[in-house]
T-cell receptor, first 109, second 114 residues
């Protein structure tokens, strides 16, 4: 079966750095997406990785290792507004998105 | 402004009633999707459509129906056959011919069955 694993919840301090991991087992791979979702709102697109390596976009970076079935989202200089759930999703061989359950990130002052 | 709209934002329904959720996009995207989100679970695909007048079942299509008569619109009907319809429903769209097929989401409709 297809599976996406990410931690259920993480806590970090304002101004610090946090890394949210995602491991996957899917039938085929056509890219990995990270989305941010604030409570009660829709997911918003953060990043896309299809090749191995690090993609940096401001305070957020996303890393992919296809051989290990592993990705992480790195958030730097954390702000209170970064408190949200972070969703990892993999596009399989049929170009369907397989979603993880999300990681709820709690930022403390 | 380009985007995806869903209405209503909150919807209450009595058991045994059908209800239709609206989804409209003006992004000129070919593909549209309906997901269901429950607490502690990943998004689950209900139906998707890649072209007008055509759509495919997702992982949890039972108890739902859709139509795609126009490129901009992809309404979802939750029928009385859906055993546990209370959930957050998300509509998304994507450009099939893009390099990433990134899906963009509407604001969602929270359906509660009373």
């Amino acid at each position: 079966g297809q599976n996406i694993d990410q931690p259920t919840e993480m806590t970090a301090t304002e101004g610090a750095i946090v890394q949210i991991n995602c491991t996957y087992q899917t039938s085929g791979f056509n890219g990995l997406f990270w989305y941010q979702q604030h409570a009660g709102e829709a997911p918003t697109f953060l990043s896309y990785n299809v090749l191995d390596g690090l993609e940096e976009k401001g305070r957020f970076s996303s890393f992919l290792s296809r051989s290990k079935g592993y990705s992480y989202l790195l958030l730097k200089e954390l702000q209170m507004k970064d408190s949200a759930s972070y969703l990892c999703a993999v596009m399989d061989s049929n170009y369907q998105l397989i979603w993880g359950a999300g990681t709820k990130l709690i930022i403390k002052p | 402004d380009g985007g995806i709209t869903q209405s209503p934002k909150y919807l209450f329904r009595k058991e045994g009633q059908n209800v239709t959720l609206s989804c409209e996009q003006n992004l000129n995207h070919d593909a549209m999707y309906w997901y269901r989100q429950d607490p502690g679970q990943g998004l689950r695909l209900i139906y998707y459509s890649q072209i007008v007048n055509d759509f495919q079942k997702g992982d949890i299509a039972e108890g739902y129906s859709v139509s795609r008569e126009k490129k901009e619109s992809f309404p979802l009907t939750v029928t009385s056959a859906q055993k546990n319809p209370t959930a957050f429903y998300l509509c998304a769209s994507s450009a099939i011919d893009s390099s990433t097929d990134t899906q963009y989401f509407g604001p969602g409709t929270r359906l509660t069955v009373l």
